[in-house]
């Protein structure tokens, strides 16, 4: 097993005890690798982000719901958010307690909010009319409100949550109207909570909406909770030396705001982080097979078991993920050229990377496409009816554990009446 272009994984040591092509080989092409140490490393950096003492890192679990991956965030002492029923259920799932889990709703229906205040996880809503539900269906209840302050940030258009063009969260015009609701069912609001976008490499309008939201805050005497959002990027570009986010310079700004805050505010508060991608979307190398190499009108296209199904990003943002190279036999690559590196769905756009240079790749070699632990998974399909991978865990040991089945032609008729 040769490690042609390599540097990332080989730094890591991230294939452990096992390499990509014996992984391949044992579960089947494509597959999802998951690092275990990545993520608890990831869970302790942003742990340590302020040493304001009641501090919780929320994990938003739309970026990876597997399982035995919430199992080592809860052990590593992150709570939890849902953003849906089945979010509650798996959260639930993974061993945590309703009162740890957070339910950030969106125009829900009134079943789903039923189902959240059944199951006594908190919540939050992000309208005036979603309030109104929820004081209808729980009057005299605990809630929390999602705040929209003006503010967004994001690396892609679609993924700006905060700010004039976004359906989320309240208005801070709209504070009055929020008063009067919970007058009106005699709901306690224990906290805010706000989410501006995903990504963010530039922690300024991170900062700023933290501000905003702690100055709205002023107006309510007994909040439990004020929770900033996540959002905090990664550097996908990590072959081209793109630097890291500034933690460190993020968290002591960050304590510095939330210091002064509560001397004013004058009791204690729990301040709540929301992240999904920085605590997962470096643990994981979906790995793939190269199936066919053709020359059409000038571009080299290398063809591969990665379709958009199975790693959805680069067709809906174009994402970039860096892209590793991995051989069986003792071939080398002599050149590097510039090729596209495609799937195998019945789309143009079925496209991993476009105009990337790369060593030369031949057919049976192992693609690993860097960075794909957050949104990956999560957001496949089974368009064009084709099956989700496996997912595989490297453990702290170095060993590698299934640690969910790749789906079966079954699995795509089970449901049929
Ligand atoms: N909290 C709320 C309410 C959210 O909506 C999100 C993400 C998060 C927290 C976590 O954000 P993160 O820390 O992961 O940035 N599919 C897109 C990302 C969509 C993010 C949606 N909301 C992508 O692949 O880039």
Not at 137 to 149: H, K
Request: net charge negative; hydrophobic share 35%.
């Amino acid at each position: 097993m040769n490690y042609i272009h390599a540097l990332i994984s080989r730094k890591l040591n991230f294939y452990g005890n096992t390499n990509p092509v014996e992984l391949t080989g044992k579960y089947g092409s494509p597959l999802y690798v998951y690092n275990e140490s990545v993520i608890r490393s990831k869970c302790s950096e942003l742990k340590g982000l302020t040493d304001y003492p009641d501090f919780v890192v929320n994990y938003s679990p739309k970026a990876n719901s597997n399982v035995e991956i919430l199992k080592i965030v809860k052990d590593e002492g992150l709570l939890v958010d849902a953003v849906s029923s089945g979010e509650i259920f798996t959260d639930l799932m993974a061993g945590y307690s309703p009162e740890d889990i957070f339910y950030v709703c969106n125009n829900v229906t009134a079943e789903e909010l039923s189902y959240a205040i059944d199951a006594r996880v908190k919540i939050s809503v992000d309208s005036i009319s979603q309030l109104e539900l929820f004081g209808k269906l729980n009057p005299g209840g605990e809630v929390s409100i999602r705040i929209n302050p003006g503010v967004g940030t994001g690396h892609h258009k679609k993924v700006v949550t905060g700010g004039q063009s976004t359906k989320f969260g309240i208005d801070i015009k709209l504070i009055e109207d929020v008063k009067r609701i919970l007058n009106r069912y005699n709901l306690t609001l224990s906290g805010l909570n706000q989410h501006i976008g995903s990504l963010f490499m530039d922690s300024g309008a991170y900062l700023k909406s933290a501000e905003i939201i702690l100055d709205i805050a002023r107006q309510f005497n007994n909040l439990k909770f004020i929770d900033f959002g996540g959002g905090f990027g990664i550097p996908y570009n990590k072959q081209n030396n793109e630097s890291r986010l500034d933690l460190k310079t993020l968290g002591e700004k960050l304590t510095q705001i939330i210091n002064n805050w509560i001397k004013e505010y004058g009791r204690q508060v729990t301040f709540i982080i929301e992240p999904g991608r920085y605590i997962v979307a470096e643990s994981a190398v979906l790995l793939g097979s190269v199936t066919a190499i053709k020359l059409n009108y000038n571009i080299k296209y290398i063809g591969t078991d990665i379709g958009f199904n199975v790693l959805p990003r680069p067709m809906i943002y174009d994402s970039h993920h860096d892209i590793e190279i991995y051989r069986e036999s003792d071939v080398q690559s002599a050149k590097s050229e510039s090729v596209w590196i495609v799937g195998n769905m019945c789309e143009t756009g079925d496209i991993i990377a476009k105009d990337r240079t790369l060593p030369e790749i031949f057919e049976n070699d192992i693609i690993g496409i860097l960075d794909s632990g957050a949104y990956a998974y999560s957001m496949s399909s089974n368009y064009n009816n084709r099956l989700r991978p496996a997912e595989v865990l490297i453990d702290i040991n170095g060993n590698d554990r299934l640690i969910r089945k790749k789906e079966t032609f079954e699995d795509l008729v089970d449901n049929f009446t």
